[in-house]
């Protein structure tokens, strides 16, 4: 069944982002676990969870999405930057582990020039790792990017083949498909017919298992 939502804000607390996506009717939502535009995070106290979940629980929503801070970038060649990025990652999984939030939307990041070979490699090895570190069961979907220079993730060729680079019993992994940037990057959405074949292509390309 198709589920419905939006992107909530979380002004006053995480736990208020339930209420407002239930008030808004929606059957799935997304919301940021901490601001977005900073590298720092504050930690989630026992009692936020709890009432987080116990707000879920009450208005039956289940399909909940985390989105990544922008800060990050999996695919940078520079040293410091990465392992940041990888914190980071390892981090937001725990959070979302905490607030029983079972999706968390990733971004692919730029190879900064370093060529689509090292990207690759770079992103595959922050999944596992961050993946193995956080012991978290929560799902990572790597989102599609616009396809901007050294950007990784604008094509589902590209997608595919990061998700190959690591092994299968780390495949902890699905995709979140950005119709805005997946228009810019050159994919035809703009009639039902053309949409269909997107989609199409889109499966013919990411293994489902
Ligand atoms: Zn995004």
Known sequence: ???LGVHVSVAGGLERAVDRAHRKG???FQIFTTNPRSWRSRPISA???RLFSIRLKGCGLETVVSHMPYLPNLASPREEVYSRSVEALTDELLRCQLLGIPYLVVHLGSNLGAGRRS??????????KAIIDSGSEVLILLENSPGTR???GSTFEDIASIIES???QSRRLGVCLDTCHLFAAGYDIR???ALERTLGEFEGCIDPE
């Open 150 to 152: 050294n950007s990784m």
């Open 26 to 28: 929606c059957q799935a």
């Open 47 to 49: 009692e936020t969870a």
């Open 1 to 3: 069944m198709l589920q």
């Open 166 to 168: 690591l092994p299968r």
């Open 191 to 193: 009639t039902p017919q």
């Open 119 to 128: 990207g690759r490699e770079r992103i595959a090895e922050a999944l596992q």
